[in-house]
Nanobody, 123 residues
């Protein structure tokens, strides 16, 4: 089992920044690729970004490219999502997720999920 706990969400004005953190425990963190997903009310859960086990390869949804950065610190068992130039359409609950081996942009591929952290961007 892997336990994931997100933090860092909150209200922010458009154009502002937030950094989300996801702390992992329970298994060897470096064995897991990590992803950030988000879900807005009435919408499906979509991938935001993903990172491979050693942090060298990343994936971003087109909607966040150039604005968001995913990173991980395997020594701290933590994955981050730095979000800059936030827009109202970024408002959602953000989830981190873990899966063995390679990352994926498909949420069903992930085995473990955090409880989510709310990000609200006002115009």
């Amino acid at each position: 089992q892997v336990q994931l706990v997100e933090s860092g969400g909150g209200p922010v004005q458009a154009g502002g920044s937030l950094r989300l953190s996801c702390a992992a425990s329970g298994r060897t963190f470096s064995n897991y690729a990590m992803g950030w997903f988000r879900q807005a009310p009435g919408k499906e859960r979509d991938v935001v970004a993903a990172v491979n086990r050693n942090g060298e390869t990343t994936y971003y949804a087109d909607s966040v490219k150039g604005r968001f950065t995913i990173s991980r610190d395997n020594a701290k068992n933590t994955v981050y999502l730095q979000m800059n130039s936030l827009k109202p359409e970024d408002t959602a609950t953000y989830y981190c997720a873990a899966k063995r081996s390679y990352y994926s942009d498909w949420d069903k591929a992930y085995d473990y999920w955090g409880q989510g952290t709310q990000v609200t961007v006002s115009s």
